[in-house]
């Protein structure tokens, strides 16, 4: 994490330390004393969810091709490592993970802050006493050596307000800060694993007033010496200008003097509030660890457990995608938690996906041609494609952790980059004005949401969208199957938006959970995508209900599940889609795409990751269930079927 130069000597202060411009590696940081680390890089390389995981990951010892582990690592315990530069492997876990070397260097902040407030008083309070004081009896104080010097010239408020001290504290509080408000985590592992409360509390439980107040006390010792020391110096200036100009001088610099001081002082007040505040609102900021939290250091296997899971989602016909899929850490206590974890349909989709990108976006639209095209299908139904959207509206119905409405997201975020990509190199060519392309970015809304019922599991959902860096083209909807009745034959379905207080934040503490009460109609859909969501006879009737009505006419929904043996309710599922007026084509999973869906069997290859989902067992069966919604639309006076062409 540092890298040191020296200039000439061996004194700390000239030594400069700056971070290299590569990706951040928790081993280096531990390894490295406070003063030697570059805080801003720090801050840098921990401003994003995802940045924050791959570090986790890298304390933990995990290296993931994905990750972008830095070619060379040196080891905090042997400073002649003579590992290969590209061989990571030689990452060892730390303990306590990430959370422990970012609360020591808080700690040591802590620490040398309060050593330096005291160093400050003691100095202070000395030279007061005896101005006279040997030159060789202060240099043998202990303190801090780069106040001797200031002391005698500058006020002790100006040294605490402008010290590196207050400006180093102030700056790790804001990164941890930011820190707690993108993982919550590990927020909560840096204070129940390694107690940064413990050091939060010597800034919550000092008396601000206090130190201001003792060093006024000195501040107008001081200014009285001084004051007789000016006196001294105006009696000469009496002599060779007169007593009338002396006393001018001696009042203009005495209210200068004032005036001063109270700068100072306000300057210095705020300064401490700020670094208390900060401290105040670090301990608090997880509403799942109260202050003062109990210190409980996690296991490795615990910190493992809590990572995120990492899905390398790969084809059948080899395309692949990267994804993180944060799970809840809370104990399932009932049915309704059941979106807490992964379960295997959401992989066996999202890998199925990736071959079939033109269920999510119009791939055939040709952007030199997109006016003549939406002129000449004026009046018509283009399925499943708005013909006022480029991109078609996606919902991902009973989320869970989001797996398979990420993999969508990223999808219809690849297509939107490579048609901006056209049209940017379209009007450099044409050197024309780029208004096609601002139409674009006021045209183009959130095509992808994903939705669930549950509180933490919509918190969940948002973090995921976070962590894969996909808010652009994706939002988290309350929808719960349960309040769509099956009826609405015009299209449309009961959600509402989580909305988040602070924009940056996923924070439970700044979500305003949605209710059914506030569930309002939403627009139909063209394409309804879900995995694992049937677990009961009812919970069959409810999709059911849902996709008839969130669906576009001709829109279609894929819904896969593992079948009845291992999901109640799945086996009357097909026959309440018929009820409603829905058609389904079935297809067991094994059977498609020549069975590179699921592992074959215990000693099979497993691409995606399923085996580390809830629930699976080698040799499970699973079905797709490919639904549409063929019912009949009226436009220009007459009647059309609108039906899709299923493409197995």
Not at 198 to 204: A, D, E
Not at 240 to 246: K, R, T
Not at 317 to 342: C, I, L, N, P, Y
């Amino acid at each position: 994490m540092c890298q040191t130069t020296n200039s000439g000597n061996d004194s700390e202060d000239s030594m400069t330390h700056t971070c290299p411009p590569r990706t951040f590696s928790p081993q280096e940081l531990a390894a490295c004393p406070l003063q030697r680390i570059d805080l801003h890089e720090l801050g840098k390389q921990l401003d994003s969810p995802h940045k924050i995981v791959k570090a986790r990951m890298l304390a933990l010892g995990i290296v993931h091709e994905h990750l972008h582990a830095p070619v060379s690592i040196p080891s905090p315990h042997n400073s002649t490592n003579t590992a290969n530069d590209n061989d990571v492997g030689q990452i060892s876990a730390m303990d306590g993970g990430l959370a422990a070397p970012l609360v020591n260097i808080l700690a040591q902040a802590i620490d040398q802050w309060m050593n330096f407030l005291e160093s400050v008083r003691v100095q202070c309070q000395s030279q007061s006493q005896s101005q006279s004081q040997p030159e060789e009896k202060k240099e043998s104080m202990h303190v801090h050596e780069h106040i001797l010097k200031p002391c005698s010239n500058a006020s002790p408020l100006y040294l605490i307000a402008n010290s590196n001290e207050i400006k180093t504290l102030r700056q790790l509080l804001l990164i941890h800060l930011q820190i707690s408000t993108l993982d919550s985590t590990l927020a909560e592992e840096m204070v129940k694993g390694c107690g940064s409360h413990r050091h939060l509390s010597k800034l919550i439980r000092s008396d601000v007033y206090s130190i201001l107040s003792m060093h006024s006390d000195l501040i107008e010792h001081n200014t009285n010496s001084n004051t007789n020391t000016h006196e001294d110096e105006h009696s000469i200036h009496e002599d060779e200008h007169g007593n009338e100009q002396q006393d001018a001088i001696s009042t203009d610099s005495a209210t200068a003097t004032a005036t001063t001081d109270r700068e100072l002082y306000e300057q210095t007040e705020d300064s401490l509030v700020e670094i208390q505040d900060l401290a105040c609102e670090l301990a608090h900021s997880n509403p799942s660890t109260p202050y003062p939290a109990k210190i409980s250091p996690y296991t490795f296997q615990e910190l493992h457990a809590r990572l995120p899971l990492t899905f390398d989602i790969c084809s059948p016909k080899g395309k692949r995608e990267h994804f993180m899929v944060g799970q809840v850490t809370d104990r399932q206590s009932a049915q309704d938690d059941v979106g807490f974890v992964m379960w295997p349909s959401a992989v066996v989709l999202s890998s199925w996906l990736l071959d079939h990108p033109s269920l999510l976006v119009d791939v055939n639209v040709d952007v030199s041609q997109e006016r003549m095209d939406s002129s000449e299908t004026e009046g018509d139904i283009r399925v499943g494609v708005s013909n006022t959207h480029r991109h078609k509206r996606i919902l991902e119905i009973g989320s869970g952790c989001g797996l398979t409405g990420l993999v969508a997201a990223r999808i219809v975020e690849n297509h939107q980059q490579s048609i901006m990509a056209t049209k940017e190199r379209a009007v450099a060519e044409s050197h024309e004005e780029d208004s096609e392309i601002q139409h674009h970015h006021r045209q183009s809304s959130t095509p992808v949401i994903l939705s669930d019922f549950n509180h933490k599991v919509l918190t969940n959902i948002d973090k995921n969208i976070q962590l894969n860096g996909l808010g652009k083209v994706a939002k988290p909807f309350h929808l719960d199957f349960y309040s769509q009745q099956g009826t609405n034959c015009n299209g449309g379905w009961k959600g509402s938006e989580l909305k988040r207080t602070l924009d940056s934040s996923s924070f439970e503490k700044d979500v305003e959970y949605p209710s059914d009460h506030a569930d309002t109609n939403q627009p139909a859909v063209d394409l309804i995508l879900a995995a694992d969501t049937i677990c009961k006879p009812s919970d069959a009737v409810a999709v059911a209900n849902t996709i008839y009505d969130a669906l576009v006419p001709g829109g279609e929904a894929i819904v896969v599940s593992a079948n009845a043996e291992h999901r109640f309710g799945v086996d009357i599922f097909e026959d309440e889609c018929k009820r409603v007026g829905l058609e389904v084509t079935t297809m067991n999973i094994a059977d498609m795409c020549d069975g590179k869906l699921l592992p074959r069997d215990k000693d099979s290859e497993d691409p995606c990751g399923i085996r580390q989902t809830s629930g699976f067992v080698d040799g499970m069966t699973l079905t797709m269930f490919r639904v549409v919604n063929s019912r009949v639309v009226r436009m220009d006076q007459s009647v059309r079927v609108v039906k899709t062409c299923v493409d197995n």
